[in-house]
């Protein structure tokens, strides 16, 4: 059984930064990848980054694309997500993701989840 567990969430001004950490436990992943998606009240869950797990390639969503950077650590099976720059309009609760096979930028690209970590940012 594969677990995600978020951490690093929190409040901060517009401007400010946080970095989100993922750590997968059950199995390790060599292949597939993880990601983060986030969601709004009132929105649908939408794509922010998502690394390779073997290549290291990353993806990101053009809102988030020259502030937020994604980057992973194999040996502790944990993906990060720094972010800078942020905006009142980034405030969501952000959701790790992982699939052991896709790299996709859709939901349904990855096989398990995380609970969620609150991100407010104030203006």
């Known amino acids: 059984q594969v677990q995600l567990e978020e951490s690093g969430g929190g409040l901060v001004q517009a401007g400010g930064s946080l970095r989100l950490s993922c750590t997968a436990s059950g199995r390790t992943f060599s292949s597939g990848a993880m990601g983060w998606f986030r969601q709004a009240p009132g929105t649908e869950r939408e794509f922010v980054t998502t690394?390779?797990?073997?290549?290291?390639?990353?993806w990101y969503a053009s809102s988030v694309k020259g502030r937020f950077t994604i980057s992973r650590d194999n040996a502790k099976n944990t993906v990060y997500l720094q972010m800078n720059g942020l905006k009142p309009e980034d405030t969501a609760v952000y959701y790790c993701a992982a699939d052991q096979l896709r790299i996709g930028v859709t939901l349904n690209e990855y096989a398990y989840w995380g609970q969620g970590t609150q991100v407010t940012v104030s203006s």
């Open positions: 690394i390779a797990w073997d290549t290291g390639s990353t």
